[in-house]
Structure formats: C-alpha cells, structure tokens
C-alpha cells in the first residue's frame, strides 16, 4: 500500500511540477494528491525537467549513422535517449485523465520507468560519462531492455482496470470506445499513442546499440544487417512470414486457414519467382509485427464471414481438409508495386479481404485502445494474463493502434476502409 501511495504521490507531484513550468500543458483533470515526502522531490524535480526535454524520433538514415559512430559516442547518445525518454514516459503514465493513471497496472509501470530513470542518473553521477562505454552499462541498458518486454501487456491489463473502475460508477454497459469525441477519451489515446512512441524510441535505440556493439553484420539468412536495420529488406518475405504464423494459429483455432495471394499469385510462388525483387531499408522486426496484426485481422474477419453465413457449418467437421487451405474460404489478397524504382520512393501495401467487414461506427473505433471485435476475450483485469499466453488469434484491441504507431514511426500509416458484408481494404505506407 505504501509503494502505490507513494506513486499517487509522484503523479500529482509530476503534473504539479510541470504545469508550474508550463501551465499551458496542464490539464483539466489530473490525478491530484497532496505530497508530504520533500526527500523525493528531487527525483521528481529531475523526472519533470528531463520529461519536458525534446525526443526526436530516429530515422532508418539516423540509425545506419549511427552505426558509424564510435562505441563511445554510441553509449552517450543511448545514455541521453534514456534519460528522456524515461522520463517522459514515466510523466506521460502519470499524467492520464480521469483516474486511469491510478489503475495498479500502470502505478508499476510507472514505478518501473522511475527506478529505471534513478538507475541510470545514479550510473552517470558514479561513473560519469567516460563509462558508458563499459560492459557494466551495456548490462545495465538489457536490463531496461528485458525489464519491460511485457510493457504492452500491462498497460492492456490497466485498459481494463480502468474500465472495471468506471463500470462501478457509470454502469456495466458503459463502452469507453463508443465515447471517442469526449475530449477524455481522445486525450487518453493521443497519450497513449505518444507513450508508445516513445516506448519504441527506447527499445529501439537500445536494441540497435546492442547489436552495433555486438559487431553483428549478417542475420540469420545471410542479409546485411546496420545493427537492427535490414539493408535489403524484402516485405514480400516478411509478409509471407507473417501468414504462415496466423495460419498456424488459424489451423489451431479453426482447423481452417483462408490462402494468401500476392498480385494475383500464391505466396509462395510468388516468393520462388519474385518475391526478391522489392527491397529497401528497414527495422524488418517491426515489419513483421505489423504485417501479423493485419494479417490475423483479415484472416478472422474472412473464416467469420464463412460462418455466419453458414459455408462453414462446423469448423471442427473435416480436419483433413483443415490441413491445408479451404477453398470454402476466401483468399486474402494482396497488392504491391512490382518495380524497384517504385520501392526507392514510395512503399505502399494492399492489403484486401472479403470478409465481414465493417460498418462505419466500428471503423470510426478500429484504431481505439479501448475496442476489440473478438467475443471471446478477457472480461476482467485479472484474466488478461493468462489470455495472453494462448497466443490468441485476436483479443485485446492493441493490435490495430500499436501497428500504427509502428508505421507512422517511420513516417508511414495504415489506412482502412471496409464495406460491411463485402470486406476490408488496408493500404499499408512504410
């Protein structure tokens, strides 16, 4: 109780600290505590000032310069990164409206990005800056780097704690996702959306450092590698990879899996033939998460369709033919510029189902933290975990904003549109 006292403590000192700084970025609902520990606020003070310090987003450029930076230099651009970064995201948790900076999940992830900032300020002030370079720091950046692997699943599982805590006081039909022109609402996702962002700076950075000072110059096929950056990334590939997963998953759930088709031609062949013509620059690991949450979305929306309208009659009926693609369902087909010259200058990506589609309610609410499509997914905070676990085709309703945030990294979007009944037209831009 003390721990997450103290965090309610941090909230309010955070906002109060820095709208004194900044009043215009103060906002009219705030968690609001009184502070009776003055040993804590220079922490406090320190987490404000370098929450307030710009963060630039890094390039695919930015990155592969970076790889020719020395080991030194390297470590202190880290070092810098981190210690806003950290910051800003401990601040931006701390700062959500309307009570859901209290949900227990974000209160520990919070607390988390507050020792790690210490963590590193203490490093600095120990070693100073002529140690960053040593192994000591490179353990203490993986520590970073391992500790909030599951960031994302907690901030769903806070998603969740926050509305249980609503539900208790507006009802159980309450759908925060159906609110999205309440100002609240929009200013939860907007800080949400700059978390993540930010989040993906620091796992980024640390990431690309590592395998930079790791001397790793090839990946496991072969492909020349700047650190995280795949030179010659081939998107058909990584596509290919990304369906191959979610027709695992389909196979598992559904004993059935739709076809993927790339310009008119199976995947596969597609790949045999020319799937290495396409190829740029690019972090092919975000490549791929954003290539799977599409494609498990298509791939659901299309063996759904099959069923409400009553082709597939029993998923389970005919294992052997689940073994494979079912003709009964409709392929996902996808859509790319077949010349390189295309590739240098505009990366674009289609792709098409003809599943259930939506109509232009659940469209406006597609990107929301706060929806997901699937029936049957967590209810409470509680069964969040252990959902997870499964490796479920669909659940949470992070897939769809996470991916953007992914996309828009790197100066591209997702865009989509969909007719209910007929399917969903995605148009990837990397």
């Known amino acids: 109780h003390t721990s997450w006292r103290t965090l309610g403590m941090f909230c309010a000192a955070c906002a109060a600290l820095k709208s004194k700084a900044q009043p215009s970025l103060q906002r009219s609902a ?62 931006r948790l701390s700062e959500m409206p309307f009570g859901f900076c209290n949900a227990p999940s974000l209160k520990r992830v919070t607390s988390a990005y507050v020792q790690n900032f210490k963590q590193v300020m203490d490093f600095e002030e120990k070693h100073g800056v002529v140690g960053l370079a040593n192994e000591e720091y490179a353990a203490l950046t993986n520590s ?35 609110l999205r022109d309440l100002s609240l609402i929009q200013d939860i996702e907007k800080s949400l959306d700059e978390f993540f962002t930010t989040r993906l700076t620091l796992r980024l950075l640390i990431s690309h450092v590592q395998a930079l000072n790791a001397g790793r110059n090839v990946n496991s096929d072969g492909e020349e590698m700047v650190g995280v ?15 191959i997963a979610t027709r695992f998953m389909c196979l598992r759930d559904f004993k ?25 620059s690019y972090v092919h690991t975000h490549l791929f998460y954003i290539f799977l949450e599409l494609v ?60 259930t589609g939506m109509n232009r309610s659940v469209l406006n609410k ?14 409470v905070a509680e069964e969040v975990s252990d959902f997870d676990r499964r490796m479920p085709l669909a659940g949470f309703g992070f ?24 399917g969903t037209d995605v148009y990837i831009y990397l």
């Not at 899996?257 to 799937?275: Q, S």
């Not at 597609?366 to 209810?379: E, I, L, R």
Request: with cysteine; charged share 25%.
């Open 30 to 91: 705030r968690c609001v505590t009184v502070i009776s520990n003055p040993a804590r606020l220079n922490t406090l003070s320190a987490v404000a000032d370098f929450a307030d310090r710009p963060l630039e987003k890094r390039s695919i450029n930015d990155l592969i310069e970076l790889g020719r930076a020395s080991r030194q230099d390297r470590a202190l651009q880290l070092h810098e990164t981190l210690k806003v970064g950290l910051s800003r995201c401990a601040m």
């Open 366 to 379: 597609a990107f929301s933290y706060f929806y997901s499509s699937v029936k049957n997914k967590p209810t």
């Open 229 to 243: 950056v795949n030179v010659a990334t081939h998107p058909i590939t990584i596509l290919s990879r990304a369906y």
């Open 296 to 355: 498990k979305n298509a791939a659901r929306a299309s063996i759904e369709r099959m069923q409400i309208e009553g082709s597939v009659s029993d998923p389970l009926r005919d294992v052997h033919r689940g073994a494979g693609a079912s003709a009964e369902i409709p392929a996902l087909h996808v859509i790319v510029p077949e010349e390189q010259s295309i590739w240098d200058s505009e990366r674009s990506v289609k792709l098409a189902d003809r599943g």
């Open 399 to 422: 897939g769809l904003p996470i991916s953007r945030v992914m996309a828009r990294y790197f100066a591209g979007d997702i865009d989509v549109n969909s007719i209910p009944g007929k």
């Open 144 to 178: 970073i780097l391992k500790q909030h692997r599951g960031t994302m699943l907690d901030v769903a599982k806070g998603v969740f704690e926050f509305n249980e805590d609503l539900n208790k006081i507006f009802g159980p039909d309450l759908e925060l996702a159906e």
């Open 256 to 280: 059935m899996a739709p076809d993927l088709h790339v310009n008119g031609v199976k995947h596969d062949e597609y790949i045999a033939l020319e799937g290495h013509k396409q190829h740029f």
